[in-house]
C-alpha cells in the first residue's frame, strides 16, 4: 500500500534532502512543492495541496533571521500564520503534520541542554514567528502534530556555514569565527532520515504526538565547527581565530546557548541523532562537500603572491 507524503518548502537546503529521502523509500509516494509553488500565506492554496496526502512535512519558512527583525509582520506571516493554515487544513482532512521549528523559541539563557518541554521565551522576531507555528500545530493538532525544533543547519543544497568555511579558506589565510555561542551543528541529511523515520513510526501508532529535538548529539561553538571543518578537510585549524559575538553585530540577537535535549525520541523507539563531528565526517564526504575540500586544499596549498 502506498503512502501519501507532502513536502512543503521542497527547494530549501531541508526540504531537498527530505524529497531525496523519502523518494528512496519503497512504497512512499512524494509530491515536493517549492515556495513558487506553493504559498503556505494562502488557506485556500494550503488545503488544496494537502488534500489527499496522509503525511505533511514542513519545511516551508521564512529563514532570514535578521531579515524577520526589519519585517517581523511578514515573517510571521509564514512561520507563524502560515503553519496555522497548514494545520487547520491536516485537522480537516486527518493527515499528519511534521512541523520544523528552531532552537530560536528559547532565550538561550541557560547552562543545560533546553528539554522539549522548556517554556518558550524568543529573544528576536524571527523566534516569535516560529514559536506562534509551533503554538498552532499543539492547538489544532494535539493528537496528530510533530513539532521537531532543529538549529544550525548545513547541507548540499544551499548556503550554510560550513560551506561559507571551506569556500573562505581558498581566499583568506585566516577566519574570525565566534566562540561564545553554544549549539548543535545538524546535518539536513541525517534530518531528513530522521523526520522520515518519525513519519513512519507516526503512521504506524508507535510514535506520540508532541515535540522533539532534532540537533546532533553533543555540542560546539562556531569556532570549534569552523576548526573541526578545517581539520577534516586536512586544514590548518590554526587559521581560525575566536572572537566574541560583538565583533559581528546584526540586527536580530542570537540566543548565546542553543543545546537542546533529546529525552522524547525514546517514546517512539527512535535513536537521537549521532554526534555532530560524526555527522560533519560524514557529511564532507559527500557531494557538494567533496569539491570544496578539494579547492579548498588545492588553494591552501599555491604560494601567496
Not at 19 to 31: I, K, R, Y
Not at 87 to 110: E, I, N, R
Not at 141 to 160: D, E, M, S
Amino acid at each position: 500500500m502506498s503512502t501519501e507524503w507532502l513536502v512543503t518548502g521542497a527547494r530549501g537546503l531541508l526540504g531537498q534532502d527530505v524529497l531525496a529521502v523519502l523518494a528512496a523509500h519503497p512504497g512512499a509516494v512524494v509530491t515536493g512543492l517549492g515556495r513558487d509553488q506553493l504559498d503556505i500565506t494562502d488557506p485556500v492554496a494550503v488545503r488544496a495541496a494537502v488534500t489527499g496526502h496522509r503525511v505533511v512535512v514542513n519545511c516551508a519558512a521564512w529563514t532570514d533571521v535578521d531579515g524577520a527583525e526589519r519585517s517581523e509582520a511578514e515573517a510571521t506571516a509564514v512561520n507563524g500564520t502560515g503553519v496555522r493554515h497548514l494545520a487547520q487544513a491536516c485537522a480537516d482532512s486527518g493527515a499528519l503534520l511534521l512541523h520544523v521549528s528552531t532552537d530560536y523559541v528559547f532565550p538561550g539563557d541557560s547552562r543545560r541542554p533546553y528539554p522539549e518541554d522548556a517554556p518558550m521565551a524568543p529573544v528576536n522576531a524571527y523566534g516569535r514567528g516560529k514559536a506562534a507555528g509551533e503554538r498552532a500545530v499543539a492547538e489544532l493538532l494535539p493528537h496528530t502534530g510533530y513539532i521537531v525544533r532543529t538549529a544550525w543547519l548545513y547541507g548540499a543544497h544551499g548556503p550554510n556555514f560550513v560551506a561559507r568555511m571551506l569556500e573562505l579558506a581558498s581566499r583568506r589565510e585566516t577566519l574570525d569565527v565566534v566562540a561564545d555561542q553554544h549549539g548543535q551543528p545538524t546535518w539536513s541529511r541525517a534530518l531528513a532520515q530522521q523526520l522520515a523515520a518519525l513519519g513512519r513510526a507516526a503512521l504506524a501508532g508507535q510514535a506520540p504526538a508532541g515535540t522533539y529535538h532534532g540537533t546532533a548529539a553533543g555540542r560546539a561553538t562556531w569556532y570549534g565547527l569552523a576548526r573541526e571543518t578545517f581539520r577534516l578537510a586536512g586544514l590548518d585549524p590554526e587559521r581560525i581565530r575566536p572572537v566574541g559575538s560583538e565583533k559581528f553585530p546584526r540586527p536580530a540577537a542570537r540566543p548565546a546557548f542553543g543545546v537542546l535535549g533529546h529525552g522524547n525520541w525514546a517514546r517512539c523507539g527512535l535513536a537521537p541523532l549521532p554526534r555532530w563531528d560524526d555527522q560533519l565526517t560524514a557529511a564532507l564526504a559527500t557531494p557538494p562537500f567533496t569539491a570544496l575540500v578539494a579547492a579548498a586544499r588545492t588553494n591552501s596549498a599555491r604560494p601567496s603572491s
